[in-house]
């Protein structure tokens, strides 16, 4: 399967501790975005990656967040002392850099923050 | 508001109805997005429109852009269709280019 795949798909985490996870996109794709999604709410955008450069971040990416994608293919996003706010769906997806191409989304990385 | 809006929330069908959702937003966009979503999270893009009418298998597609709206139509509708459905807009202005999603229609169609 050559899909967007992340990793770990659940977590569950202590207050405090600090969550790491990691997307790896199609192959050829040079667009990386993540978003946040809670329960009976739409994604919402955090950030994206045109190959390794960050060009945007949503307000909602506190300085307890921090995403890199360092060679241009996967991605890590952090959470630093996590947050029970911080429990929801956080999704990978990626495309190509036409506006005309398809986003394709993983699967999700659900965290639970007890 | 939010920029974009879908109708109904949840919707409950008859195996084999036509089902229609609907999706309406407030801002410039290059494109519109119609999205699956099942229990478990994954997401599976269905359309990407930015005029006109796009179809796959059972599945139709229409947007208006002068209305600032788009449907997703459903024919002969089966159990399997059950899912989220999520509208989402890539929107045109400044440098944006992350979606801005809706908050999704649950879809349930009853055996």
């Known amino acids: 399967d050559t899909g967007v795949s992340q990793d770990p798909r659940h977590k569950i985490t202590k207050r405090g501790q600090n969550v790491t996870f990691r997307c790896d996109p199609i192959?050829?794709?040079?667009?990386l975005y993540w978003y946040r999604q809670t329960l009976g709410q739409g994604p919402e955008f955090l950030t994206y990656?045109?190959?390794?450069?960050?060009?945007?971040k949503s307000r909602l990416l506190s300085d307890r967040f921090s995403a890199e994608r360092p060679k241009g293919s996967f991605s890590t996003l952090e959470i630093q002392r996590t947050e029970q706010g911080d429990s929801a769906m956080y999704l990978c997806?990626?495309?190509?850099?036409?506006?005309?191409?398809?986003?394709?989304f993983g699967e999700g990385s659900w965290l639970t923050v007890v | 508001k939010n920029e974009v809006e879908q109708s109904p929330q949840n919707l409950t069908a008859q195996e084999g109805e036509f089902i229609t959702i609907n999706c309406s937003y407030s801002?410039?966009?290059?494109?519109l997005h119609w999205l699956q979503q099942h229990p478990g999270g994954g997401i599976v893009s269905l359309f990407m429109?930015?005029?006109g009418k796009k179809k796959h298998g059972r599945l139709i597609a229409t947007i208006n852009i002068q209305e600032k709206h788009s449907s997703l139509h459903i024919t002969a509708s089966h159990p399997r269709d059950s899912a989220v459905y999520i509208c989402?807009?890539?929107?045109?202005?400044?440098?944006?280019?992350?979606?801005?999603f809706g908050s999704g229609t649950q879809l349930t169609v009853l055996p």
């Open positions: 997806a990626s495309s190509l850099s036409n506006s005309g191409n398809t986003i394709y």
């Open positions: 192959s050829e794709h040079n667009r």
């Open positions: 990656f045109q190959n390794e450069a960050q060009l945007e």
């Open positions: 801002v410039g966009i290059s494109a």
């Open positions: 429109l930015s005029s």
């Open positions: 989402a807009v890539s929107i045109s202005s400044g440098s944006a280019r992350q979606l801005t």
